[in-house]
């Protein structure tokens, strides 16, 4: 059972990232061992701190896009002020070219901060998967586990006292514990999923189901809580059963303190919010969308904090801990990009972007010629096409009129000679 693999998150997409942020995490974690700090907590603090660092570029990006965004505001407004009201495909392509002109002007991708976006996400994603189930990918951990595991699965019908277990404690595992299968180390895995997910209680529940392990299981768990207490909290536990167990037992304190881990999450989250840059109000009849985005964006602000709040009751301390110090990072990210952005020129950036922009249309002069011809040509068939939409009965018929006198003139043998005798024809035979 030395070599026991743990249930890991297998995701096409977000295993293979959860994986890697597991080796990482489990790298901090046995450096803190060869000095004598063998602490979860702790790790995920480190190991948050780690993670935003390794992405402070990416948010760079994001803020310098936010400002270079509110610099060109009032250009944008303007063309929208300009083309208000008109929804013909004319109009429509002429305020997407000088759109795009503006936005070319500034240097920045219309797409914004999307990729910087798509590639956080899994990121924070994954960092979830990891924090739910340590012992999957911090080999510190899991080696606490081995040998309770080893006599668990020695004990006859171990497999149907692990699944009351489960049920009567209400034990989440992501995947789900299975106690059904055959595989050994499938089993193996989903006990010490289980164990890990077990609060205080649990641990007496535990050996009342299995006694004869009672040295055993007493031993576990005091290496287990060693490497989970972090401050007062047992980072396995959630606040609410934190809560819950302390209340019975009129232990006021350690509730004070459950209560704080979602109260703390509520505030550092409302106070990195504040720190960052906010949507600047608009005048409503001049650019609607954009003071409909802003009001979108700041209900959502109010709700991701009342989010965290809520959450935090029912997760583990230890997500609760990762959340207030990915709050903390991101609040003193903000407050140096803030310092940074407020002493740094725009007007230069704007140059620099602009030579970048200029260097890369150069290089695709050719096509960009073309596509600039296309649209010239687009949008004169269909000024042209709207021009006759708009005639009146009168033009057209003097329009008309002016091509029959110039069939009637055409030359002996010509098409338009050759058609006007069809015509003839036709008639004659439709008055017959």
């Known amino acids: 059972m030395s070599d026991m693999l743990l249930t890991a998150y297998n ?31 702790l790790s995920i603090i480190i190991f948050t701190l780690v993670v935003y660092l390794c992405l402070f570029p990416l948010t760079y990006k994001q803020q310098k896009f936010s400002k270079l965004s509110q610099k060109m505001q009032p250009e944008l407004q303007a063309i929208q002020k300009k083309y208000n009201g008109k929804k013909d495909q004319a109009s429509m392509m002429a305020m997407n070219e000088e759109t795009q002109a503006v936005y070319q002007k500034y240097g920045v991708s219309m797409m914004g901060s999307c990729a910087q976006m798509l590639i956080q996400m899994p990121l924070l994603l994954a960092l979830y998967r990891v924090f739910m189930n340590v012992p999957a990918y911090v080999s510190g951990v899991k080696g606490n586990f081995t040998e309770l595991v080893n006599g668990i699965m020695a004990t006859s019908g171990f497999q149907d006292k692990m699944s009351q277990l489960v049920t009567d404690l209400r034990i989440v595992t992501m995947p789900s514990a299975d106690f059904t299968v055959m595989d050994k180390t499938a089993l193996a895995n989903s006990t010490v999923d289980v164990l890990y ?72 989250q409302v106070l990195n919010i504040k720190m960052m ?30 989010f965290s709040l809520v959450m935090c009751f029912t997760v583990p301390v230890g997500l609760g801990i990762y959340w207030i110090a990915g709050a903390v990072v991101r609040t003193v990210q903000q407050f140096l ?20 922009a200029k260097k890369k249309r150069e290089k695709m002069g050719i096509a960009e010629n073309q596509i600039s011809n296309a649209a010239k040509i687009n949008t004169r068939k269909l000024s042209d096409n709207a021009a006759k939409a708009n005639m009146s009965s009168a033009e057209k018929e003097l329009q008309l009129e002016k091509a029959r006198t110039a069939q009637a003139k055409a030359k002996q043998g010509s098409m338009a000679a050759k058609a006007n005798m069809v015509r003839e024809f036709n008639e004659r035979n439709s008055r017959k």
């Open 11 to 41: 995701g096409a997409i977000l295993g293979p990232i959860a994986k890697l942020l597991g080796l990482v995490m489990n790298g901090i974690y046995q450096l803190m061992a060869m000095i004598g700090i063998e602490n979860v907590g």
């Open 197 to 268: 997910k077990m609060n205080s209680a649990g641990w007496d529940k535990l050996q009342e189901m299995f006694p004869s392990l009672a040295d055993m299981i007493d031993a576990t768990y005091e290496a287990v809580e060693h490497v989970n207490t972090f401050i007062v909290y047992n980072i396995s536990d959630t606040p609410w059963q934190i809560i819950t167990s302390n209340f019975e037992n009129r232990n006021f304190i350690m509730v004070f303190a459950a209560v704080l881990i979602p109260v703390i999450s509520y505030l550092t």
């Open 277 to 306: 840059p906010q949507p600047e109000a608009s005048n409503a009849s001049n650019n609607g969308n954009s003071d409909a985005m802003a009001q979108q964006m700041k209900m959502m602000n109010n709700m991701m904090p009342l």
């Open 337 to 356: 990009l803030n310092k940074h952005f407020e002493k740094i020129d725009l007007e230069d950036i704007i140059k620099k972007n602009q030579e970048k």
